[in-house]
């Protein structure tokens, strides 16, 4: 099952597409996503989107083959790269109830 995630640079209104394979998705909780086969071209405008110094490029949203057509928002997640992999983890739900006490 593969993953497609969708990255925008605002200033350019260009928006990449990179397609990768899924090791775990857990709706709405994470997910670990395999970079190992992905372009250093892909590799780098990935790294660009999860940098939070980078405020114009980011995860805009990504889909995955288990629940096709419904998208995954990016700003919902926080992301890290480690050893060729991405790792997502749903923040959402903590924004919401620290901005409801």
Do not use: C, H
């Amino acid at each position: 099952m593969n993953a497609q995630i969708e990255i925008e640079n605002s200033k350019t209104q260009k928006v990449e597409t990179i397609i990768v394979p899924i090791i775990k998705y857990e709706y709405e909780k994470d997910f670990i996503f395999d970079l190992s086969n992905i372009t250093e071209y892909e590799y780098e405008i990935l790294a660009n989107a999860v940098n939070d110094n980078l405020k114009y490029t980011d995860i805009e949203m990504f889909f995955v083959d288990m629940k096709p057509n419904i998208p995954n928002f990016g700003p919902d997640y926080g992301y890290k790269i480690e050893n060729n992999k991405l790792y997502g983890s749903y923040t959402r739900n903590i924004w919401l109830s620290e901005r409801n006490k």
